[in-house]
């Protein structure tokens, strides 16, 4: 998550960000020498196509992850690296506790639990003595 972390540093020092975080883009590779390399992938393809619905409103669960979509984003502002460090924090939760913030049955339920619901600390989920209270506030 480190060389994630520091893919999205890059990121907003040039100011944009990835707006679609979520582990699915994130690739583990190995290089001739056996070393692992993180590579963080569709950076920014959420501006390849539409933005807006007819109706004006921005295509919200079209663009995001429900598992990691901000709450910002879902009130229709628009991808700004915030959201990232948002997404970010739910992605190191679900890897620290084998399932995301937000477990539900369908995109639109998990999208709303970003709004209504908080999540547990990651201390209670993950085995006894993995989480700290600063690793649960650093995630949280």
Known sequence: MLEVA????????????HGNLKL????????ES????VQLQDGGADLLGSRRAPNGHI?????ASPKTVA?????????DPSGDVYAFGAMCYELVCGTPPFPAKTALDAAVSHLTVTPD??????PAGW???AFDAFIL
Not at 7 to 12: E, K
Not at 121 to 126: D, E, G, I, N, R
């Open 6 to 17: 520091q893919s999205l540093a890059a990121l907003h020092g040039r100011r944009t960000s």
């Open 34 to 37: 056996g070393a692992h390399r």
């Open 24 to 31: 699915e883009n994130v690739i583990v590779a190995t290089d």
């Open 59 to 63: 295509e919200v669960l079209s663009l």
């Open 71 to 79: 709450p910002e984003r879902l009130r229709g502002s628009e991808r």
């Open 121 to 126: 600390a990651p201390s209670k989920l993950a």
């Open 131 to 133: 989480v700290s209270d």
